[in-house]
């Protein structure tokens, strides 16, 4: 499913303008794109928590030139789903 294919999804179960959808899409995942960027957790209570994970650093090869380069630490985006939600792709 594309975002598309939810806002689709959205309008003809709600039966608001498709407009309107698509703005609430767009700035919901704008909010929590923001958010985790700054380090934030947005918490969605039955459905998870979006957060940014600090990763440790590593050595990594190119394999290209057959070389090792190191890959500093960095944060990167994480998503950990409630126990509802893993529940209901369980069944």
Same mark, same amino acid.
């Given at each position: 499913? %594309?975002? #598309?294919?939810?806002? &689709?999804? =959205?309008? @003809?179960?709600?039966? #608001?303008?498709? !407009?309107?959808? @698509?703005? *609430?899409? /767009? @700035? ?8 985790? !960027?700054?380090? /934030? !957790? ?6 998870? %928590? ?19 380069? #190191? =890959? ?5 985006? *994480?998503?950990?789903? !409630?126990? #509802?939600? *893993?529940?209901? *792709?369980? &069944?």
């Amino acid at each position: 499913m %594309t975002k #598309l294919d939810l806002i &689709k999804k =959205i309008v @003809s179960d709600t039966g #608001l303008d498709r !407009s309107e959808v @698509s703005m *609430v899409v /767009e @700035s919901f995942m704008f909010e929590i794109k923001e958010a985790v !960027s700054n380090k /934030e !957790s947005i918490f969605l209570r039955g459905f998870g %928590t979006f957060s940014a994970k600090k990763k440790a650093a590593k050595m990594g090869r190119n394999i290209t030139k057959n070389t090792a380069i #190191l =890959i500093p630490e960095h944060f990167g985006p *994480v998503f950990k789903a !409630s126990k #509802l939600f *893993v529940n209901k *792709v369980k &069944k």
